[in-house]
């Protein structure tokens, strides 16, 4: 049976036909096949009886009344239970698509046209009851926006027989008494911490129907991890029940006890950043392990380390990923599961940025499915003056998501809701959103008034029965369960409830610091710097050198690389020559990866470099086919390197690979600014997760973040890093010496072995720490920042403080103190100046800060007179306001700055005025 694709009558094709050649071509669709093809119109306009071909001119109205329903049923749909949700309805009446005058009892033949519980044929009145119990009930969809149309037309045969799934009696009465219990939990919190802000569940308890449902249905489909991103409504409800977090370790918190083991180094969090990890078995081959990330109250900011988790996960699985040639479709093993807030996710530029990275190849994780708990309200503010768009979920159409609106007053539907996502997820291995509109009962917390900007919003919450009371009332009705089933239901959980809270004193918190894959690992040491040897023999030096430039012999290498960058880097290495910048970050990368440490390298253009450097990537110059060379180092390689050119984006991407690194210690993931300054469009990653996830959580990570730095006349934006931010987010101490604890490692190498230790330290050492490398730019190519492969061979480590062998030392009255780039300007202004009675000392490593082998070199000049420290940067800016304190209360010496002024931006824009700032930067340290 073919009827036309472009979805208009059979009387308009005749009227068209009478116009036009009869052998003209129409674009035709074929309901049994599900494809489109083309035929010529006398094929399809055969002659027939009067009454044929009626009837088939009713179908094709038929089938635009349908498509109708299917593309505008949701503006009709029964989706708030409050009824305040202001939207413009769609016309879906028969007179519209000339159905008026059909009789409402004749049968038509529903294939191609409708799916309607395996029936055959339907009378027209029972395909306008299923077109509206399907898309005009208490769960509507919104599909009108894919493009693919076999995924729409598949999508819609699911949704059209699922209203005849069943929801059994046993797990609808289950369903009540989970709801009741959540009721019963707030309840009790309500009476025994009034004045704690639990961000209760109470209007949408119908979220922990959909959750109950989905760890069930995903234990169904052998899916071993879930990871879950969340923010605080209902998350303490989510927590204690389905998750078997221990209410008498809450009920501890809440009294303003510590949530940490005992002896561990940490801070905490607040009661809503809760977390837990948990098996959850459902008696099928293997529990399904549930991850609740802790979350910062940065809304929607968990979005991206939330699937970064996952997509680690399902590294560590090979849960089809691309280093396991025989890995079936990412995603079997592991789901990503986020709730969204309606007001957040409409309105935080990260959601955009998360959804971007959805489907793209080093991004992906098989689908993640979308919750949003959608209040109708932000704090204060009112859905239609959070955002532009008619539903909080439009943002989603941007990548193709389905949209499922669902009733929160209806947790059945959230039951049904829950196993189309599921089934979409699993088919196409794409997202999907599932739009829970429900209301909160009480203010954005518990201790809150809404009724003073929101009155008839809450009159009507006031007035109406709560989730749980209401269905548990419905089953009562239908005779499913008694009454005093229910009501014993609660009284047992509360009873519950209240011996936990007596043992609440006495709850021990939970261990799961440094278990599993970190087990072994260690929190670092407060005490000390410990120096690590990093070296690698000279032989396997060489042997990955090579491989990092090999290609295939039928690969087309550019010819200019294949002279400058495939055929110096192996004369130079055969000939023991220096290593420069790029060289020296693939003997580190192509020995870790030796030694079977999966290597990320992601970020914007980074397989070549942004600076045209690093080449780690080849492109094909006949067929732009990929290469990376570091991926066939050997024959058996078990480990890789993933190379990601990334989207332009900074705060979802760095998340993302921020969320990779706590999954797994032996994965270094790097990421890498296209320059420094750009770092700034992901601050919300660095304040909330970066620099104090291990402090709050004691979740270490040892995320490496690349930052090209250096004044080199560019202007404001492409110039610093802003070290100076970073060093203000350390724990280092004024007063007292650092040691490997400190919350996040800052350092400036100035030499490519330097930076080849740090990156291997990253892997070598028994603790994670964050890596901020303020990396160069003129450095790169620079002939006099070179190192030797004996610099990087056994018993090599990264040094902390580079001394001045240069010097006679007897002769040193002045020690210049710098950091960076800037050393090579000095060390040239020396010369020229001949001022060989001043020692420069470089600072590789800032935080922590180096006090005890500062105080070593200097022990080897004991006539200096003068103190120097000098910077490139503005005052304002760079390592001064942090260094300054630390050489006066630890060393006893007070500094004299050299460098830039104050400024506004982190440098000018004018040509001649830089020029003048490096003049006088350089002459204020060395005096011609």
Same mark, same amino acid.
């Given at each position: 049976?073919?009827?036309?694709?472009?979805?208009?009558?059979?009387?308009?094709?005749?009227?068209?036909?009478?116009?036009?050649?009869?052998?003209?071509?129409?674009?035709?669709?074929?309901?049994?096949?599900?494809?489109?093809?083309?035929?010529?119109?006398?094929?399809?306009?055969?002659?027939?009886?009067?009454?044929?071909?009626?009837?088939?001119?009713?179908?094709?109205?038929?089938?635009?009344?349908?498509?109708?329903?299917?593309?505008?049923?949701?503006?009709?749909?029964?989706?708030?239970?409050?009824?305040?949700?202001?939207?413009?309805?769609?016309?879906?009446?028969?007179?519209?698509?000339?159905?008026?005058?059909?009789?409402?009892?004749?049968?038509?033949?529903?294939?191609?046209?409708?799916?309607?519980?395996?029936?055959?044929?339907?009378?027209?009145?029972?395909?306008?009851?299923?077109?509206?119990?399907?898309?005009?009930?208490?769960?509507?969809?919104?599909?009108?926006?894919?493009?693919?149309?076999?995924?729409?037309?598949?999508?819609?045969?699911?949704?059209?027989?699922?209203?005849?799934?069943?929801?059994?009696?046993?797990?609808?009465?289950?369903?009540?008494?989970?709801?009741?219990?959540?009721?019963?939990?707030?309840?009790?919190?309500?009476?025994?911490?009034?004045?704690?802000?639990?961000?209760?569940?109470?209007?949408?308890?119908?979220?922990?129907?959909?959750?109950?449902?989905?760890?069930?249905?995903?234990?169904?489909?052998?899916?071993?991890?879930?990871?879950?991103?969340?923010?605080?409504?209902?998350?303490?409800?989510?927590?204690?029940?389905?998750?078997?977090?221990?209410?008498?370790?809450?009920?501890?918190?809440?009294?303003?006890?510590?949530?940490?083991?005992?002896?561990?180094?940490?801070?905490?969090?607040?009661?809503?950043?809760?977390?837990?990890?948990?098996?959850?078995?459902?008696?099928?081959?293997?529990?399904?392990?549930?991850?609740?990330?802790?979350?910062?109250?940065?809304?929607?900011?968990?979005?991206?380390?939330?699937?970064?988790?996952?997509?680690?996960?399902?590294?560590?699985?090979?849960?089809?990923?691309?280093?396991?040639?025989?890995?079936?479709?990412?995603?079997?093993?592991?789901?990503?599961?986020?709730?969204?807030?309606?007001?957040?996710?409409?309105?935080?530029?990260?959601?955009?940025?998360?959804?971007?990275?959805?489907?793209?190849?080093?991004?992906?994780?098989?689908?993640?499915?979308?919750?949003?708990?959608?209040?109708?309200?932000?704090?204060?503010?009112?859905?239609?003056?959070?955002?532009?768009?008619?539903?909080?979920?439009?943002?989603?159409?941007?990548?193709?998501?389905?949209?499922?609106?669902?009733?929160?007053?209806?947790?059945?539907?959230?039951?049904?809701?829950?196993?189309?996502?599921?089934?979409?997820?699993?088919?196409?291995?794409?997202?999907?959103?599932?739009?829970?509109?429900?209301?909160?009962?009480?203010?954005?917390?518990?201790?809150?008034?809404?009724?003073?900007?929101?009155?008839?919003?809450?009159?009507?919450?006031?007035?109406?029965?709560?989730?749980?009371?209401?269905?548990?009332?419905?089953?009562?009705?239908?005779?499913?369960?008694?009454?005093?089933?229910?009501?014993?239901?609660?009284?047992?959980?509360?009873?519950?409830?209240? *011996?936990?809270?007596?043992?609440? %004193?006495?709850? $021990? +918190? #939970?261990? !799961?610091? &440094?278990?599993?894959?970190? @087990?072994?690992?260690?929190?670092?040491?407060? *005490?000390?710097?410990?120096?690590? %040897?990093?070296? $690698? +023999? #000279?032989? !396997?030096? &060489?042997?990955?050198?090579? @491989?990092?430039?090999?290609?295939?012999?039928?690969?087309?290498?550019?010819?200019?690389?294949?002279?400058?960058?495939?055929?110096?880097?192996?004369?130079?290495?055969?000939?023991?020559?220096?290593?420069?910048?790029?060289?020296?970050?693939?003997?580190?990368?192509?020995?870790?990866?030796?030694?079977?440490?999966?290597?990320?390298?992601?970020?914007?253009?980074?397989?070549?470099?942004?600076?045209?450097?690093?080449?780690?990537?080849?492109?094909?110059?006949?067929?732009?086919?990929?290469?990376?060379?570091?991926?066939?180092?050997?024959?058996?390689?078990?480990?890789?390197?993933?190379?990601?050119?990334?989207?332009?984006?900074?705060?979802?991407?760095?998340?993302?690979?921020?969320?990779?690194?706590?999954?797994?210690?032996?994965?270094?993931?790097?990421?890498?600014?296209?320059?420094?300054?750009?770092?700034?469009?992901?601050?919300?990653?660095?304040?909330?997760?970066?620099?104090?996830?291990?402090?709050?959580?004691?979740?270490?990570?040892?995320?490496?973040?690349?930052?090209?730095?250096?004044?080199?006349?560019?202007?404001?934006?492409?110039?610093?890093?802003?070290?100076?931010?970073?060093?203000?987010?350390?724990?280092?101490?004024?007063?007292?010496?650092?040691?490997?604890?400190?919350?996040?490692?800052?350092?400036?190498?100035?030499?490519?072995?330097?930076?080849?230790?740090?990156?291997?330290?990253?892997?070598?050492?028994?603790?994670?720490?964050?890596?901020?490398?303020?990396?160069?730019?003129?450095?790169?190519?620079?002939?006099?920042?070179?190192?030797?492969?004996?610099?990087?061979?056994?018993?090599?480590?990264?040094?902390?403080?580079?001394?001045?062998?240069?010097?006679?030392?007897?002769?040193?009255?002045?020690?210049?103190?710098?950091?960076?780039?800037?050393?090579?300007?000095?060390?040239?202004?020396?010369?020229?100046?001949?001022?060989?009675?001043?020692?420069?000392?470089?600072?590789?490593?800032?935080?922590?800060?180096?006090?005890?082998?500062?105080?070593?070199?200097?022990?080897?000049?004991?006539?200096?007179?003068?103190?120097?420290?000098?910077?490139?940067?503005?005052?304002?800016?760079?390592?001064?306001?942090?260094?300054?304190?630390?050489?006066?209360?630890?060393?006893?010496?007070?500094?004299?700055?050299?460098?830039?002024?104050?400024?506004?931006?982190?440098?000018?824009?004018?040509?001649?005025?830089?020029?003048?700032?490096?003049?006088?930067?350089?002459?204020?340290?060395?005096?011609?």
């Amino acid at each position: 049976m073919w009827r036309t694709g472009s979805i208009v009558s059979l009387k308009k094709l005749s009227q068209f036909v009478q116009r036009s050649n009869s052998n003209v071509t129409w674009r035709l669709y074929h309901a049994q096949s599900g494809c489109f093809g083309y035929r010529p119109l006398s094929q399809v306009l055969v002659e027939g009886s009067k009454d044929a071909l009626e009837n088939r001119n009713k179908n094709a109205d038929i089938l635009r009344l349908v498509t109708a329903y299917r593309e505008q049923g949701h503006k009709n749909a029964d989706v708030d239970p409050l009824n305040t949700f202001k939207r413009n309805e769609s016309d879906l009446s028969l007179h519209k698509f000339g159905l008026d005058d059909v009789n409402l009892n004749k049968k038509f033949k529903l294939s191609g046209l409708l799916h309607c519980n395996g029936q055959e044929e339907a009378s027209m009145k029972e395909i306008l009851e299923h077109l509206e119990n399907v898309y005009c009930g208490q769960l509507s969809v919104e599909v009108q926006h894919i493009v693919d149309e076999s995924e729409k037309l598949w999508l819609a045969a699911l949704i059209e027989e699922s209203v005849h799934w069943p929801v059994e009696t046993e797990r609808q009465v289950h369903l009540a008494k989970l709801l009741l219990r959540s009721q019963a939990f707030d309840n009790f919190l309500a009476k025994k911490f009034p004045t704690v802000k639990r961000y209760g569940a109470e209007g949408a308890e119908s979220m922990l129907a959909f959750f109950d449902e989905l760890f069930l249905q995903s234990s169904y489909c052998e899916i071993q991890d879930l990871v879950l991103g969340m923010p605080h409504r209902g998350r303490l409800n989510l927590l204690t029940d389905s998750l078997k977090f221990p209410a008498a370790q809450m009920f501890s918190k809440m009294k303003g006890n510590s949530e940490l083991p005992q002896g561990a180094q940490g801070i905490g969090d607040v009661l809503s950043h809760l977390t837990s990890s948990v098996d959850l078995d459902f008696g099928h081959k293997s529990p399904l392990h549930v991850t609740m990330l802790p979350n910062p109250s940065h809304l929607e900011a968990v979005n991206p380390v939330s699937a970064g988790k996952a997509r680690g996960r399902q590294l560590t699985l090979k849960d089809g990923c691309y280093s396991d040639s025989k890995a079936g479709p990412i995603g079997d093993k592991v789901l990503n599961v986020i709730v969204h807030g309606d007001a957040s996710f409409s309105a935080q530029g990260i959601v955009a940025e998360s959804l971007c990275l959805a489907n793209l190849p080093h991004f992906s994780v098989g689908g993640t499915i979308h919750l949003i708990v959608n209040n109708q309200l932000g704090f204060t503010t009112p859905g239609e003056r959070g955002r532009s768009s008619m539903y909080s979920s439009d943002v989603g159409k941007m990548i193709g998501c389905p949209v499922l609106h669902v009733n929160g007053d209806h947790p059945e539907e959230l039951v049904r809701a829950c196993r189309l996502a599921l089934e979409y997820r699993m088919k196409y291995r794409k997202d999907i959103i599932v739009d829970m509109i429900c209301y909160r009962r009480w203010g954005h917390n518990e201790i809150d008034d809404p009724s003073f900007t929101q009155p008839t919003m809450y009159q009507k919450i006031e007035n109406r029965g709560t989730v749980p009371d209401i269905y548990a009332e419905s089953l009562v009705t239908r005779g499913l369960v008694t009454k005093d089933e229910l009501t014993k239901e609660t009284a047992d959980y509360t009873l519950f409830l209240n *011996e936990e809270l007596k043992q609440s %004193d006495n709850a $021990v +918190p #939970l261990t !799961t610091h &440094l278990g599993g894959h970190w @087990k072994g690992l260690v929190q670092a040491s407060e *005490e000390k710097i410990t120096i690590w %040897d990093t070296g $690698v +023999p #000279l032989e !396997t030096l &060489l042997f990955v050198g090579v @491989k990092s430039v090999e290609t295939p012999e039928s690969f087309h290498i550019h010819p200019h690389l294949k002279k400058t960058h495939v055929e110096a880097r192996i004369k130079k290495l055969e000939n023991g020559g220096d290593v420069d910048w790029a060289t020296a970050e693939a003997l580190a990368i192509g020995s870790l990866l030796y030694q079977g440490y999966h290597v990320r390298f992601s970020g914007q253009d980074v397989g070549r470099g942004t600076f045209s450097h690093r080449h780690a990537m080849l492109v094909d110059q006949s067929t732009d086919e990929m290469f990376v060379p570091l991926n066939t180092i050997s024959e058996h390689q078990k480990a890789f390197l993933e190379i990601v050119n990334s989207p332009l984006s900074e705060e979802a991407c760095l998340g993302f690979e921020y969320g990779m690194s706590v999954e797994n210690p032996n994965h270094l993931i790097i990421w890498e600014a296209q320059f420094g300054d750009f770092f700034n469009g992901a601050q919300i990653i660095i304040d909330t997760f970066i620099s104090s996830g291990e402090a709050k959580w004691l979740m270490q990570s040892g995320l490496v973040m690349l930052l090209p730095h250096g004044y080199d006349g560019a202007g404001p934006e492409h110039s610093s890093c802003r070290l100076e931010r970073f060093l203000q987010l350390t724990d280092s101490k004024e007063d007292a010496p650092d040691g490997d604890s400190v919350n996040m490692h800052i350092v400036n190498p100035t030499t490519p072995a330097q930076y080849f230790h740090l990156l291997r330290q990253q892997m070598v050492r028994n603790f994670r720490k964050p890596l901020i490398v303020v990396g160069p730019k003129l450095l790169l190519r620079l002939p006099a920042a070179v190192s030797s492969l004996h610099e990087m061979g056994p018993r090599t480590h990264f040094k902390p403080v580079l001394g001045d062998d240069i010097v006679d030392r007897a002769s040193v009255s002045r020690v210049v103190f710098c950091s960076g780039k800037h050393y090579y300007a000095l060390v040239k202004q020396r010369e020229t100046t001949n001022g060989m009675d001043t020692a420069i000392i470089r600072l590789e490593s800032l935080c922590p800060f180096p006090y005890e082998f500062i105080r070593q070199e200097l022990q080897k000049f004991p006539g200096v007179k003068e103190f120097i420290w000098s910077q490139e940067e503005h005052r304002n800016m760079g390592a001064w306001s942090f260094v300054a304190p630390r050489f006066e209360n630890l060393l006893g010496i007070k500094l004299k700055y050299v460098g830039r002024k104050v400024l506004a931006a982190p440098a000018v824009g004018i040509g001649k005025i830089h020029q003048q700032e490096v003049t006088d930067i350089l002459n204020g340290t060395l005096p011609k």
